[in-house]
């Protein structure tokens, strides 16, 4: 597949198969029941249609559950338009019946670097409208910051940068420029007139977030962003109850490998970790947790995991996850001194939580592809390694990320921050936001019902006596959960 | 696919895809490692051939794992025929590896009953040897005892029974007088002589031992039969730890479903039920156990679940899920008042602990597909209802069965079985036989250096004390694990 | 026992039996192994004697743990007195070996609420100095807010406030307000003086906490107070694994009663309601959660537990824990409709959890003492219920407390807060302050040597990309944990 | 106190203190509540005194449950007089209860050796009737095997066995050579006229069951035995669950040690192990296993444990616990290179898993006792190290035995058992039984009611299917639940 700056086609999607779609929708169907936060906002909000022709871009993982947050936002009134945020996370049915139902979207499984980028800018360049031949988002969905960085590099161009001249760190850093380079000479000032309309970002993962505040505190920040990352109802039950279900999921598919017996090594005991962390154990494995944190290790020992360094590990470890966002976290070196038959995957963030790249660049070794997203590794003095989805998130690349129920807390609060910073754009500051606790309570609120959580009503005199409202919000900022 | 009474084909397989050969051999050489015992027992075994000649037909579900036990066999010199002992159980990677190295093997996924039964006959169809065009099993590997009743009812045929010409309980079982009456006609005799060169056969699974014991107390079984299924290390190890790893699994990859949250009920709390409440509960279900016997039920209960019946599940039951070896044990009448969207499957044995034929007869209902494997019945009011692999055994049909590791514990109690069977067929009666505790034993030792396991050795003194050989067998017989 | 507003006594403490001084002291030298934080602190510490002649008055469960708090602040050089915050939470081998070593302890198991408030008042009652007969502390560490709530109310009667000449709302209100009033007529201008030297308090709890913020709030604070409640490395540890370990060992105590295959109901899902349900599930419980709050009742049904009212568990509900910090969660109506011989008791915080005083007050029914802590109530219709620790803190009514290890985490933040209130008493205002991260990591790390917990240490390479220091703080501040 | 070998006394038992009597009741009224099974028993056999006038003897842990086993016996009709089996486990209060009663019993907490076995030589002597003076049981209740080795040997002594002079293994093994050797004089032709009158025995443990099958292979039992320890609704409840729940209760009345993060070595994987190691983990423990047995050993495995030898824990063990029956399984070289300030106790059998008199005897060991049951070793090199019960049962001397509920199964099972042995006296021969699995089923359906458990019915056509009654029993005798 070949993609980017080039007229608006006629058929504006690029999916791997089009007759997917029945099958997808199926699913879809599914889906929904399966995500009640989306579904209550469907039906609360959707007569009045807050989004009302809004342009959206999204760039999250293509996969039936953001199928049902696209059509929800569809529904609000949005004019969605679609990518994903990782070459292997892609539902190829999803992304099909998506394009199917009219929806522009520029994903399918197995993206090159470069087609991912293409893909990232179709999904941003929504059709002109009379003198301009092209027009950004006003909204933008992010999952891990990349479509918020492509704008910013590209008006950062515009306004005399010379970034996309410099040297690249890494191959990925390179085609970003050469794409960037690419828009500016076919596109002069696109840059500009898409920041003009830009109204807000709202950002799923930590990484993403990370990079946001980053960029508040340089004082770059081109619009108002909200952290939906780190409403209680996203980071500690996604992040913590969907790892818990689909790492497993992921090396299963992957491997059909036994757990039970094994030594497993997690590194890093934030959410997902923990998630991780107690999944494995429940299967049966011995897990050791590797931490740069003492409170975090503290908390590790004190469920009894064994925490311990990963050098510390090789030779008896028979599966590593890495959970933690950094990078290097698994080096060549480790790699070279595993037990043999080792599985080695990531469910953190980017691909080089693993030293992916240097494996691959390693003198003698041998790489044996044993299924799409499964490579056997032989390095150079015999012994065997497993490295999934190559390094990149193993529960999107081996198996369906998370299941549909806890993304549905997750993508309720994107609505609510969709919504919300449209709005009020007029009141947002160029900062990073978080949504109210209110606001929080009420995504759990909306998932109870279907899991048929009764809840207890407070008295008069007992909010009194806590000082809070009878209906909340119930807990001070700094609460923990 | 058609199968059945002809001649030797020159082909002499029949599987899906052949191309799939390579793919299925990567996964054996993965597999190789995960189970120790077979491969142990190929080292100290195979250079002396124990089974050299031997001819030996399996009925086991045509897995990866089963690959590796084919080819132990073959190691220790048996020739050797094989089929899948269940329509949808087939891996067909792992059937075309073993086609493609020789083997003759018929098993794909998703036979049809009659293909299923063909492919039986194929597998205990050896090429004739001078006057006889065909030769039966010397030996046969039995999983739910489809070979064994084969023979077994042909062997009555020919000796005056009228059970083929009476009426039928269900489809398969006509389909069965069916091939045994063309059978009958067209290899007169052929069931005779299959008896007289039998040697015995081992026995997999409960429901097959099951058989074999009333066989036995009725005075009819014709060959020595060793029940592998009560073996330990079968019984406590391939059922309980086996069904913890692979329902999850089936589940996953059919539904994707969230389990968190889920309300589980989980019909049986033998081996298999154990595993499957276990690993349900520590994904965050919510599980209800039903039991008949109310030993088991207190164990339950102890282990903290809810014990009820599924009567009183219903309208709160997410996820339906039968253990049992009996029928009829979620009905028709149950799944027509479950909670909308409710999941039924089965990990016990046969399909019939679901009433699906009732439930594809029942009138104004209407079964949609979502992908192989995976239905959706929508019920005359309207609500809908999945089931996963038509009522049979969702590890296997919805995912790969058990994980190698277990299953090389059961694998090396069918090859110790096997092999003993053979060399001590002079001694044996018409008997159904467990294996000596010390070999017992043996196999759970082949099976603890992989996973750093070290044992404790009895000093002289200790053993004399516990009045048992320093080196085992350690328990009484009625030692219960 | 009979105490306060007397000469100072020549024997300054008031303990049950300075007997058991002997044995405290060895139970005291068992703990000082597993505090290795607060011993850290000492070791660090001692030589500069930061706390050099400060007197500083605590209110806090006089137990063995406690010692070693009491003995640390002592080694650092304050001048120090002590009081239980809790009538029954007292181990009188710790009070006597604290009273023999010199400090002036005033605590027993069993007080009356009577002595309980004179002996708050002894413990904050410091030797004149000249001219003056008494002088108050100069810091405070509290546990529920008692002393600081004495200080206030003495010296707002000083300042004109009626508030101990209206009527009560409870029989400890009352008593409370008699001791001002005797304190006001016997010790003129004593709560002025007091307040004049007082430079800060450390706040141990929850509730305590809550009423600082409220004191805060509405600016009557007389002095910087402390959250130490809201150390990670308290309310994730102190609540969530000390009650973890603790709840069970008074349940036991007190009842010796099987916990598997009962039903228990946890009222509250915060971290000392998830430590309670964990593990009482772990003991084979049927663990119903009660919560007012939906982003708490989520977590819990993610766990597998089901949440429901009080009311929807009357008749099946063996066991009933409060863990709220609110009042009437278990109220009369609910007692009088349990199941037969129902056990209730609190972890959570105050007696008014459960409605005892309406219990007691029952037209009918009788309260039969089985041993001290444990009373069965027989209802008017004959059912009968055990109410353990007269509704307080079951786990220091019934057992002793949580165990060192976690009390040292806890007690090394009310430590380090201690001596930052006392070094930084220029700068701090009358707010209440958080501990910040690095001193609450710090107290983290002063516990892994001890449970071999080896931290993995960030590369300058890792540092950088986390954006964050090598040698922490990590995390942002609104991190959870 | 002394004891043995006079005229009865007039005041028939011996007990710590009568006035604990009242305490002892209210705890006996509670504990049969949790006791349904021997409640029911009661009920339903009671109005025909099937003992009518028996002369039982019991030697077992005199607790409150076993007194709700002596009075249903009592109700049954018989003639009862009981001893503990072991100086530590009496509960003074449930004794005298029992002695107020008017039932004969001997027993104290912290017995001497010698007055250990006067004790049991007084339960098994019965006023004598006409011209003897004194009679022995016709019924024995053991637990561990004491009063049936003292008659066996009592009775060889008189038939001309010399063992009582040869030289003995143990100080404990002279004790009772002394007492044969008194008894042997003042009471000549004793054990004949005890031998004569006794029917039968029923044992509770794997010791004692142990030492019968020794007795019966070698044509040395004198009496039938029923082996009430291989019951499933014994062995797999009251060994498993029961010491999930006495094993942490013992540990926390002891050391109020804090078990989360800690490094517990539990030896052996028996059901008694099984229930430990589970119990520890989920305090958040890691648990090192050590097995002799390959099977159990794996299945450790399989549940996430490490299996190490004791040898490759020192050092890093925080907590020993011995579970296995053997002895020497904690040796003094063992104890001298330990982490200092170990735990180590014994939850097994005999005090002899640990090499107690060996460390005692140790040169240079300094021995401190913390309070009962908790003694504190100071080794010669300076390191510490705490024995708890002196190395007897920890749950039974540091805490209070097995909870009411676990231990009505296995009393449930004795009572049946002494009914049988008693009612078909004349046709039981000289082995060991086991009780038949349908009186075992009925005692698991006793106590399903207490805890809620609704049990699923067989329809006639599923027993046919099955092969089974419909009311049970369900499963073949070598079924291992």
Redesign the interface.
Known sequence: MNAVVKDMPSQDYKVADISLAD?GR??ID?AE??MPGLMSIRKKYAADLPLKGVRVTGSLHMT?QTAVLIETLKDLGADVRWASCNIFSTQDHAAAAIAQSGTPVFAWKGETLEEYWDCTLDALTFPGDGSDKYRGPELVVDDGGDVTLLIHKGYELEHGSTWVDGPSESEEEQIIKNLLKRVHKERPGFWGKVVKDWRGVSEETTTGV?RL??LAQAGKLLVPAINVN?S??K???DNL?GC??SL??GL??A?????????AVVCGYGDVGKGSAH?L???????VV?????????????????????E?TLG?GDIYVTTT????VITLEHMTQMK??AIVCNIGHFDNEIQVEKLNKLQGVKK?N??PQVD?YILPDGREMFLLAEGRLVNLGC??G?????MS?SFSNQTLAQMDLWANREFYDKKVY?LPKKL???V??L??EK?????????D??AD???VPVD?P???E?Y??
């Open positions: 099958w199926k699913e599914i029941h399966e039936i990370h505040y980053q780190d209680v109802t980071s500690k039950f109850y818990r279900e497993a999921d299963k598919r491997m059909d490998v036994m757990l039970a017996g094994k030594v999944s154990r429940a299967y049966g494995c011995r897990v590797t931490e740069i944190d003492p409170i975090n290790a503290l908390q590790a020992a004190m469920e009894g995991f064994e925490v311990n360094t990963v510390n008896r966002g950094n990078k290097d043999n038959q044996v044993i299924k056997k198996a369906t998370h299941p549909s129920f806890v807390n978080v929080d309570e009420e759990a609120r998932h109870l899991i048929g959580v009764k809840l207890t009503k407070l008295t005199a007992q006596y806590l000082g909340g119930f807990k001070p700094h923990r959960y």
